[in-house]
């Protein structure tokens, strides 16, 4: 059932990188449905809700420092979205079973960060901003999906011309000064750098700090900015400011990192990381006395809890009951329309002799469900692990909830789709059914 991708990808006039050619090998592991996926380009309808929180938060910036930028397709190179950003072959967010690999040498990004560096390279402004669709391998429930959309932020100062350190340092502080103080207010903040979470060798301490304050006064202004409208809509909140948190991080590609939450009906929530950018990525843009910082947001959470969309499907919904309600340039609450009821099954199996639990991904039985039974599925999750005492062959349960979003599942097309679940695992792994 998996569509040939060499045909996908001559289809889809490739540009082919370092001589590398794009056919398939033993990595390949990006299936018809993802495929399907990377067509959608949900972005380019301003009245989706992605495409307006984008909007809004592109307004934040000032134009004529930071340039917008798409970039529609989401294959880029394993070097793109991982060497040049200092993530070694050993990340775990390199494995086949995080990430799609086209092939050996090809990706569907798993961040938006995968364009970085040519950002930090190419553009005449010394800002930048991306908004685009990234790829994950992962579980399958209301928050979880495996396509995404994510906005890149990044902003460079050079010390060229400058005649001292303290005459950069003021440089990027009256460019922090002229950034508007949002009104948000600050539970819980890091220090600008210390053993945990240190500044770069050779970095500047003062340059560090510098950098840092404009990232955070920019990502405080935008956040405040957004919830803004909300929270002063909203009559019991209205007096109350935003509460915010910044955490130290880590990333390959910043040091010091951090991740900001935001505390929303009763819970902290991620919005996103950043940090002050690596010199080697500056080196591989090919300016390698530059500093700066970067940040790399979740749009999809953000617009969950903007428009309060209950499930992350919705935004892949064709149904215009969603698509229609919607308006470029306005937050709106989501107007739910009748959810209709969700039936389970579950699978349970042996792991072929001797296969441990460990060797059987959750992520690979998330990709034949998906193939199979696309977004009928709402959630998976595994309810039961066994030993046989005597055999010692391993069992695993898994509970698959079956859901619409446009109509009641009847049970026999529920049957149809748990037997080819089941075939497809069988074939796929080797296993046997309980
Ligand atoms: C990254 O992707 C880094 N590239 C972010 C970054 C950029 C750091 C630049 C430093 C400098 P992470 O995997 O944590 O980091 O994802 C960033 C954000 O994307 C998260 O904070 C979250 O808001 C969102 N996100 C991550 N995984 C998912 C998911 N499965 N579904 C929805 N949103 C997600
Ligand atoms: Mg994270």
Known sequence: RQLSNSAFLRSQDVKKEDGQDT?????????????????????????????ILTDIIFSKFPEQEYTRAHFPDPRVSVYENFESLNITPDHVSRSKTDTYYLNKHKVLRTHTSA???????????????????????DEIDRTHYPAFHQMEGGRWWSPQGMSSIEEFVS????????????????????????????KQDGQHPEV???????????????????????????????????????????????????????????????????????????????????????????????????????????????????????????????????????????????????ATPEQFHDNDLMDVVREVAGDLVENVSLIDKFTHPKTKRNSLCYRVVFQSMERTLQNDEINILQNNIRDSLMKKFGIELR
Not at 118 to 130: A, M, V, W
Request: hydrophobic share 40%; net charge negative; proline share 7%.
């Open 23 to 51: 056919d398939e090998d033993d990595w390949t592991n990006v299936t018809s449905t993802i495929e399907r996926l990377t067509r959608r380009k949900l972005l380019s309808n301003p009245a989706h809700p992605l495409s």
């Open 115 to 137: 364009h970085q560096v040519e950002s930090f390279r190419d553009y005449t402004t010394p800002g930048f901003l991306i908004a685009a669709d990234v790829y994950r391998r």
């Open 171 to 198: 440089k990027i502080n009256e460019d922090t000064a002229k950034i508007p103080v949002s009104e948000i207010k600050i539970i819980d903040d890091t220090l600008p750098f210390h053993d945990g979470n240190p």
């Open 208 to 354: 560090c700090i510098a950098v840092a304050n404009h990232l955070k006064r920019s990502l405080e202004m935008v956040v405040g900015g957004i919830f803004e409208n909300i929270v002063q809509g909203d009559a019991s909140t209205s007096k109350e400011p935003l509460q915010i948190r910044w955490i130290d991080a880590t990333f390959p590609f910043t040091s010091p990192s951090w991740e900001m939450e935001v505390y929303w009906q009763g819970d902290w929530l991620e919005l996103f990381g950043c940090g002050v950018t690596q010199q080697r990525v500056f080196d591989r843009a090919g300016y390698p006395e530059r500093v700066g910082w970067a940040f790399g947001l979740g749009l999809e959470r953000l617009a969950m809890v903007l428009f309060g969309i209950p499930d992350i499907r919705l935004f892949w919904s064709e149904d215009p009951r969603f698509v229609e309600q919607f308006t470029p340039g306005v937050v709106s609450s989501f107007k739910p329309f009748s959810k209709y009821p969700g039936t389970y099954r579950d699978l349970a199996f042996w792991l072929k002799d001797g």
